[in-house]
C-alpha cells in the first residue's frame, strides 16, 4: 500500500518502477545461476552442456543452490534493515520526506521478521562470523529503540551503551582462544573478523551527521547491491552439482591401469557417463571399470587451522551439531590418479 503511495508522489515514481523491475527480474535470477554453473561445468562448450541438461535433474541443481547460498537472505536483510535504520535515526526529517529503498526496507520488516532472521544467520553462518551477527543484531536493536523513543535517554542509553558493553564482554571470553589461536597460525584476517565486531557495535549504534548520513550510507550499500550477483555466480561456480570419483579402469595387456577422475554424470546398464576434468564427457563401458572410488573435493578441504574448543571456524552450527557422516578410509591413491 505504501509502494502505491509513494508512485503518486513526485520524485517517487521513477524509484517506485525500479523497485518492481527488481522485483520481476528476481525470480530469473537463479534460473541464470543454474544455466551458467552448468556452461562452467562443461568448459563453456555447448554440447557438453547439453549433455549435462539432459542428465542433471533440476532437483540436484537446485539443492546445491540451496545449500551454497543459504547464508545469503539473512546477510542482506540484516544489512539493509540496519542500514535503513541507521539511515532514518542519523537524518529523520530528510528520511521521512524522501524515503529511500533502505528506509521502505526498514519499515516494511517486521520485528518477528528479523528475530527469525537473526536464529537463521546463527544456523547457517560460519563460527568466524557469528561475532558480526551479534554485532548486527546488537546495532539492530540499539537503533530501533533510538528511533520509536527519540526522547527516552534512559532507554537509549541502555540500548546503545550497556548492551554493546554486555554483549563485548560476553563475545570476548566465547571467542578469545580462537583469536590467540589464528594469530598463533598467522591468520590475521581471522583474527580480526573475530575480534572487532564487539567494538565497532559502539561506533555503529548511534546517528552520524545528518549531511553525510545519504552518500556515507547509501553509496556503499548500493555499490554492496550491484556487486552482489556477482558474488554470488562466482561463489555458485564452484559448488559442486555431481560426484566426484576416481575411476580405475582394467588394464589391458602389456600397460597399467588407468585411473580417471571426473564428475559421474549418468550410469546405465552398459556405460558410465564421466566428465573428466579437462571437460571431456567420456563414455566408460562398464565391464571396462574395475573400482570406483568417491573422492572429496578441494570445496570440502579447510582452509584454516583454527578451531574453538572442537568447532572449526568455517563450520556452521548446523555442520557442527548435527551428526556427520562417517567418512571411512578415503582412497587418496586412486583420488590421486594413480591405480592400485
Known sequence: MRVAEDVGKPG??????????????????????????????????????????????????????????????????????????????????????????LTRTADA?????????????????????????????????????????????????????????????????LVWPAITSAVSHGEITLALVLALPPVLTLALTGPIPERIARPVIHAPATAVALAGPFVLLAIFLRTPVLPSVAIQLEALEGESAEVVLGYVVAVDDTVTTLLDDSGTVRFVPN????????????????????????????????????????????DEVRCAGRPR
Request: with cysteine; charged share 15%; hydrophobic share 50%.
Open 287 to 330: 565391464t571396462a571399470v574395475e573400482a570406483k572410488v568417491l573422492c572429496a573435493g578441494a570445496e570440502s578441504v579447510p582452509y584454516s587451522e583454527v578451531d574453538l574448543h572442537g568447532w572449526h571456524v568455517e563450520e556452521s552450527l548446523m555442520e557442527w551439531y548435527l551428526p556427520d557422516r562417517d567418512p571411512g578410509p578415503t
Open 12 to 101: 517517487r515514481e521513477p524509484e517506485a518502477r525500479s523497485f518492481q523491475w527488481t522485483l520481476a527480474l528476481l525470480p530469473a535470477f537463479p534460473i541464470v545461476l543454474l544455466v551458467l554453473r552448468l556452461w562452467h561445468l562443461g568448459r563453456q562448450d555447448l554440447n557438453t552442456m547439453l549433455v549435462l541438461v539432459q542428465n542433471v535433474g533440476p532437483l540436484d541443481l537446485v539443492s546445491a543452490l540451496v545449500i551454497s547460498t543459504m547464508w545469503v537472505p539473512p546477510v542482506v536483510l540484516l544489512t539493509g534493515h540496519a542500514l535503513g535504520l541507521l539511515y532514518q535515526v542519523s537524518a529523520p526529517a530528510r528520511a521521512a520526506k524522501r524515503p529511500t529503498w
Open 109 to 173: 520488516t517486521p520485528d518477528w521478521a528479523i528475530g527469525f532472521t537473526v536464529m537463521w544467520a546463527a544456523l547457517t553462518w560460519q563460527l568466524r562470523f557469528l561475532p558480526a551477527l551479534a554485532m548486527a543484531a546488537v546495532v539492530i536493536l540499539a537503533l530501533t529503540v533510538r528511533k520509536r523513543h527519540p526522547e527516552d535517554g534512559r532507554r537509549i542509553r541502555v540500548a546503545c551503551l550497556y548492551v554493546p558493553l554486555v554483549a563485548a564482554a560476553a563475545t570476548y571470553p
